[in-house]
T-cell receptor
Framework: NAGVTQTPKFRVLKTGQSMTLLCAQD?????MYWYRQDPGMGLRLIHY???????AKGEVPDGYNVSRLKKQNFLLGLESAAPSQTSVYFC??????????FGPGTRLTVT | AQSVSQHNHHVILSEAASLELGCNYS??????LFWYVQYPGQHLQLLLK??????LVKGIKGFEAEFIKSKFSFNLRKPSVQWSDTAEYFC???????????FGTGTRLKVLA
């Protein structure tokens, strides 16, 4: 039981490049979330999903897209990366008990 | 807009000192409350949670928190901190019936040996 895993762990992009971050969970959780963590700003919700095939915008969705084609996977895409998207990205999943389980994070640098 | 405030951004304590970290939220309805901890280089882990019942909840590693509804507060406490408690602590709220968590900006705790 791996819990929540994220791929890749680190990535450096140039401005304008695109990439996809993968989040996978093996706990059969319905809900999945993408956050970004920046110094002094805590965690901010980018997008979330309440089930397979559904997604919704969070607090800071601009510049990101997501897809939840399979229940266990939640993908976060950056179509045209900007330096402002330099951050640490965390994925989380939960059951109906409201407790979230977090992945190890992806550190992204956009130059 | 709903928000969570953590007033202490940085706290430095000596080992064995007592700890209290403040957390206040702005939402008038029923909420579920959490404290998460992030050790250096690691992901967030749940310390404790409050859904209902006894407003004093106990979590892992000797931490506890008290929900005071009239003050919209959920402060985290530990009687005697250890060097290994050095971490960043996040308070989070989820209004009942919603799916979105609201996190505070975090408190960075450093415990001196």
């Amino acid at each position: 039981n791996a819990g929540v895993t994220q791929t890749p762990k680190f990535r450096v992009l140039k401005t304008g490049q695109s990439m996809t971050l993968l989040c996978a969970q093996d706990m059969n959780h319905e809900y999945m979330y993408w956050y970004r963590q920046d110094p002094g700003m805590g965690l901010r919700l980018i997008h979330y999903s309440v089930g397979e095939g559904t997604t919704a915008k969070g607090e800071v969705p601009d510049g990101y897209n997501v897809s939840r084609l399979k229940k266990q996977n939640f993908l976060l895409g950056l179509e045209s990366a900007a330096p402002s998207q330099t951050s640490v990205y965390f994925c989380a999943s939960k059951t109906g008990s409201y407790e979230q389980y977090f992945g190890p994070g992806t550190r992204l640098t956009v130059t | 807009a709903q928000s969570v405030s953590q007033h202490n951004h940085h706290v430095i304590l000596s080992e064995a000192a007592s700890l209290e970290l403040g957390c206040n939220y702005s939402y008038g309805g029923t909420v579920n409350l959490f404290w998460y901890v992030q050790y250096p280089g690691q992901h967030l882990q749940l310390l404790l949670k409050y859904f209902s019942g006894d407003p004093l909840v106990k979590g892992i590693k000797g931490f506890e928190a008290e929900f005071i509804k009239s003050k919209f507060s959920f402060n985290l406490r530990k009687p005697s901190v250890q060097w290994s408690d050095t971490a960043e602590y996040f308070c989070a709220v989820i209004p009942s019936g919603t799916y979105k968590y609201i996190f505070g900006t975090g408190t960075r705790l450093k415990v001196l040996a």
